[in-house]
Each structure stands twice: as structure tokens, then as C-alpha cells.
């Protein structure tokens, strides 16, 4: 008697599972144990909560807090939960999916003060003034302020690729409706982008964060000025006051674009047990020679930081404004497949070419010591990056300044519609301040001006 053979699919099979199973073990044998008697003690008390809390608690949440309460280890580190994700996700990259308007509330109503360029809205025809009064049926006429506030901005917001159906007013037409796809849309980070003074070809542009982009979208608005007919790009002034910072990688990319060779920044991880460094890179430096001048104050941080104190250790910019906030540390952010949580945590510290490290919380603890002996840049005593010219801006100058940065721009088609609305309900047409409303703005020119004489 002969023993039957066994198919050739089932060897297959149990290989591909023993495998899977070797996988799985690796995996989840990673995983750093809670240590005892911490991961006791929170399974306890977690049941003794839902079981005796004199109200009712959602454990979800009560582990989310827990979690959270755990991240925060500094300033900057943190938990994110599935309910704070999109919002997260809108803050550290710039992209949301809606209809693209920028919106207007007031006692009377709600109005499209401009609808972002190329958006959903934009290509529906809606225009600066449009009166929104109604969202998928519902009248916003009839509801409180507040409330029409909260249903105009949370319904007009949604999924890319679905549909919302508004009704609009427009002076005296009659009422009618409009269906907009929404659609995935991009904040823009480089922002007023204009000339200062043509005739001299001194230029500003200002950088609202570092999203994925900033650097290109720079490099374009540049290559537009100095491409104009009749002009010639002869100096600039960067603006980076109210720039919490972003993505470390833009940061350089645009240092790169001023330094043509050295060190721009480094990075420490724990115990200084990895040193990274990120240097110039003579190909990819497009404005070598362009006087430069960088405005700054203290919510200038992180990437915004990164550039201006490495522009300001190879002395190739001038730093106007006031000392910066002083963040010298690097975040990541952290996602695991098919979870719904992410995790920012700090990573490592960064330091200039100089040596400097700028954090304030080290400065706080006295460790105000630079790691290398040929820093020669001076540093405020809070941390941060000191200006070569202090320009101090507060109160309602600053606040001033603050909105017109903030404010969104605005397509050449729509500008005459805008600057009409905006004068008919004695509302300020979006644009930056002038220098003679801007004394930060006002003192970089100068310095401007004195780096361009020749």
C-alpha cells in the first residue's frame, strides 16, 4: 500500500502561512511592553472610572486623553485623535476639500468675499459680493448669526468629489442656485508677491508657512518678476513674521536658492548619537548675488527659523524685525497604516552652520553655549534669532499687519469686483500695508536700498 501524495497547493499554503506567522511574531514582538505595575495601574483605573464615575464617560475618549497626556512631552509634541485628524492634516500641509471661497460673515448675512482662483467656486462664476442664502436647502436667512456662521462654513466644506447646492443673491438679479463638486484644494503659501519699488527692481514676497511647494512656488513668483518686460530683479525682501514653519526640507530648498556652498543646518538626535547635515548645492542656486533682506518677529519659528539663521550665518541677508520665537527643535509626524491617530513628536535639535541652537527651553535652563567655537552671531537671550536691525512693531500696528499677511489674494479678474464690494461695505481691500503703514516693512527697504547702491 502506497501513502498518498499531498497537492502540491497545500505545501504551498502551509509555507505561505508559517511565513506569515514568522512576520506576524517579528512585528508584534517590536513592540516595547508597557512597563508594570504603569500598565496595570492604567487598566485599573480605567475600569474603576467607567464603573464608578458619578457620570457617564466615553472610554474612547478617556484613552484618548490618557494618550494624549502621555505625548505631551514639550511643547510641540503631541497626540493626535481620529476626531482632530483632518483639521491637523489642514494645519501642518495647507490642503482641505471644499468649494474654495473665501467667506464674509456679517449681521446681514453671509457673502463670498472672493472665491480662491481656479477653485470649484471660482469655476462655478461665483463672484466677490455673492450673498449665500441658502446651503442644500437649508435658509440661512432664518437662522441666528452664529449659527448660519457654523452651518455655511461646516456644509460648503466636504468630501472631494461630492456636491453641494447653494442659493445666491447678486445686487438685484433674482435669486437662483448654483451646484458646485467640491474638490481637493491647496493653500498658498507665497503670498503678495509684488514690487516695491520697480523702478530700483526691489521686490517682496511673503511666506505664509513651508508646505510642500513653498520652495517651487517661490522660485516661480521670482522667475515672474524678474521675466516682466522692462524690469530687472535687483533686490528682495522676504517676509517670514507670523510663519509658524513646516516642512524642514522646504526650508532648505529656499536657503539653497540664496547659498551657493557650506553647511545650512544640522541635526542632532538623541545623545548626539546621529549627526545630519544638509549643505548647499551650487546647481540648485538660482540667486547667488540678490541682496536680501529677511523680516522676522516673534511668531517667525521652526522652519522659518532654519532659513533665516542660516541666510544670517553665511552673512547673505539682512535680519530686520524682532528676535524670533526660538523653537531649535525637528518634528515628526508619525501614521500607521489603516489607524486613525497620528503622533507629532520631537525628534531631534537642529543647529546653524554657526553652531547656534536657538531653542528657548534651553536658553530657559542656562545652556546658552554654542557648539562650535567660530559662532560670532549674536542670540537673544530667550533663544531664537536675533535681527541685525530691530524694528519693533505692537498693539494695533502689529494686529494691522498681522490681517493684511493673513488675507487672501485675490484674481486679476475679480480685483475691480472686490475693491468695489470691499469700498461699498467700508471693508479694506485685501493687499499688505504700505511702508508708511508698516514700519518693519518700511525699515527692510531701507536696508534694502543701502545694499543696492552701488
Not at 466644506?157 to 442659493?167: E, H, L, N, Q
Not at 541677508?317 to 501614521?335: F, L, P, Q, W
Not at 487672501?408 to 511702508?435: C, Q
Request: proline share 5%; aromatic share 6%; glycine share 8%.
Amino acid at each position: 500500500m502506497t501513502q498518498a501524495r499531498l497537492p502540491l497547493w497545500f505545501l504551498v499554503a502551509n509555507w505561505v502561512i508559517v511565513f506569515l506567522a514568522f512576520v506576524l511574531g517579528v512585528t508584534l514582538g517590536r513592540r516595547t511592553p508597557l512597563p508594570d505595575p504603569q500598565s496595570t495601574a492604567l487598566q485599573l483605573v480605567y475600569e474603576e472610572i467607567e464603573r464608578s464615575y458619578v457620570d457617564r464617560v466615553d472610554g474612547a475618549e478617556l484613552l484618548d486623553r490618557a494618550i494624549g497626556a502621555m505625548a505631551r512631552l514639550d511643547d510641540y509634541s503631541r497626540y493626535v485623535p481620529k476626531s482632530e485628524v483632518a483639521q491637523f492634516v489642514e494645519e501642518t500641509t495647507g490642503s482641505y476639500d471644499g468649494i474654495g471661497v473665501v467667506l464674509h460673515f456679517a449681521d446681514d448675512g453671509v457673502f463670498v468675499r472672493t472665491p480662491i482662483e481656479g477653485g470649484p467656486g471660482d469655476r462655478a462664476g461665483l463672484e466677490p459680493g455673492d450673498r449665500i442664502v441658502a446651503v442644500d436647502g437649508a435658509r440661512l436667512d432664518a437662522m441666528a448669526s452664529d449659527e448660519r456662521a457654523r452651518l455655511a462654513q461646516d456644509r460648503l466644506r466636504g468630501p472631494s468629489g461630492s456636491k453641494v447646492t447653494i442659493a445666491i443673491l447678486r445686487g438685484a438679479e433674482p435669486e437662483r442656485e448654483v451646484q458646485i463638486e467640491r474638490a481637493a484644494l491647496q493653500k498658498r503659501s507665497v503670498k503678495w508677491t509684488q514690487w516695491l519699488d520697480r523702478d530700483r527692481g526691489l521686490a517682496y514676497s511673503h511666506l505664509a508657512d513651508f508646505h510642500v511647494g513653498v520652495a517651487k512656488a517661490l522660485q516661480a513668483d521670482l522667475d515672474a518678476l524678474r521675466n516682466e518686460p522692462g524690469a530687472r530683479l535687483q533686490g528682495l525682501v522676504l517676509d517670514l513674521r507670523f510663519d509658524l514653519g513646516g516642512n524642514l526640507d522646504e526650508a532648505i530648498a529656499i536657503a539653497r536658492m540664496f547659498v551657493r556652498e557650506g553647511n545650512l543646518v544640522s541635526m542632532r538626535r538623541r545623545d548626539s548619537e546621529v549627526l545630519e547635515r544638509f549643505d548647499a548645492d551650487a546647481t540648485k542656486c538660482t540667486f547667488p548675488d540678490l541682496p536680501l533682506v529677511l523680516l522676522v518677529n516673534e511668531s517667525s519659528a521652526s522652519a522659518s527659523e532654519v532659513l533665516a539663521g542660516a541666510l544670517q550665518d553665511h552673512d547673505r541677508a539682512r535680519i530686520v524685525g524682532e528676535a524670533t520665537y526660538g523653537k531649535g527643535v525637528v518634528n515628526t509626524i508619525y501614521e500607521w497604516k489603516d489607524l486613525p491617530f497620528r503622533l507629532k513628536l520631537t525628534t531631534a535639535r537642529y543647529f546653524t552652520p554657526k553652531g547656534r541652537n536657538l531653542d528657548r527651553g534651553r536658553h530657559r535652563n542656562g545652556d546658552t553655549a554654542r557648539e562650535t567655537s567660530d559662532a560670532t552671531q549674536s542670540e537673544p537671550s530667550g533663544g531664537g534669532v536675533a535681527p541685525d536691525r530691530a524694528a519693533p512693531l505692537e498693539g494695533a500696528a502689529e494686529e494691522s499687519v498681522r490681517s493684511a499677511l493673513a488675507d487672501f489674494m485675490v484674481a486679476a479678474r475679480h480685483r475691480e469686483a472686490i475693491l468695489a464690494w470691499s469700498e461699498s461695505r467700508s471693508l479694506r481691500a485685501p493687499g499688505i500695508l504700505s511702508p508708511n503703514e508698516d514700519p518693519q516693512l518700511a525699515a527692510a527697504l531701507d536696508e534694502l536700498r543701502k545694499a543696492t547702491v552701488r
